[in-house]
């Protein structure tokens, strides 16, 4: 479902995020990118949406080459993808709901159609309740969870999530994981990086960067 082969990406002469990263993430699998800041997990995941472009190697998303896609492939990839990105804020002059609604305006579906696939999104993530409020009246932790649920409103096959608990205390870093997990327990992919090893569950599987070079993975 998304195959790195030998992909580097550099930024500027001394800027080397990737170096030859070859990896594949399965349909289905829940995997998390850990490693230090600045060891190139953002970079990785961007390449994913292909908001980033590799310098050399392939990258595929079903199928599709990332860097071969024009401009106008772009909203086809994407419309498979739940982006939970640190630069996607909360519109702050709208409700909760509206919020979750935002990417369904463009779907063609009726209002009343997304107004109750957002609510059920909100159910998901446990923040029903919150539906009418501001974003600035929810905390940290649940302004992320309303991200999460605006990022699985259209139900995308592959859910890319950059450091969704970062600034985030344990108890609601731990109900960010597990609404995540909740996702990819009903098939849909999940690519999720963290610089803090501890809220890993053990048995998962973990891609480790360090430096832009992907470590072996534990058997
Ligand atoms: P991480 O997500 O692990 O913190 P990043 O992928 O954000 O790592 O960054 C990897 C390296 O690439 C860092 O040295 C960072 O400063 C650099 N970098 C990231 N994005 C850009 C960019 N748009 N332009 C130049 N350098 C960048
Ligand atoms: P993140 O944790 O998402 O990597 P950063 O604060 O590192 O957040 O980066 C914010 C934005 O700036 C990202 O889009 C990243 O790609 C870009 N960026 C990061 N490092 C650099 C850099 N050295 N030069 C230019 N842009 C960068």
Redesign the pocket.
């Known amino acids: 479902m998304i195959e790195f082969h030998d992909v580097s990406k550099q ?2 002469a001394d ?1 080397t ?1 990737l170096r030859a990263v070859t990896l594949t993430i399965n349909k289905g699998e829940l995997v998390y990118l850990a ?1 230090p ?7 990785l995941l961007k390449m994913i949406a292909a908001m980033e472009r590799p310098t050399s190697g392939k990258v595929t998303v079903n199928g599709t080459d990332i860097g071969k896609l024009k401009s106008a492939g772009v909203p086809f990839l994407r419309r498979n993808l739940g982006l939970i990105f640190q630069q996607q804020r909360l519109l702050t002059d709208r409700t909760v709901l509206a919020n979750v609604m935002m990417p369904m305006l463009v779907t063609g579906l009726s209002r009343a159609q997304a107004e109750e696939r957002a609510r059920a999104a909100l159910d998901k993530v446990g923040l029903l309740a919150r539906a009418n409020a501001q974003p600035m009246a929810l905390s940290g932790g649940e302004q992320q969870r309303v991200s999460i649920a605006r990022a699985i409103v259209n139900r995308p096959q592959i859910i890319l999530a950059d450091e969704p608990t970062a600034n985030l205390d344990r108890d609601s870093a731990n109900q960010i994981f597990d609404a995540l997990r909740a996702f990819n327990k009903v098939g849909v992919t999940c690519l999720i ?1 963290t610089h803090d090893e501890h809220v890993l569950d053990s048995g998962a599987r973990v891609i480790r ?1 360090v430096q832009g070079q992907l470590q072996a993975e534990a058997a």
């Open positions: 930024y500027a800027t995020a490693g800041s600045g060891a190139g997990k953002s970079t990086s960067l």
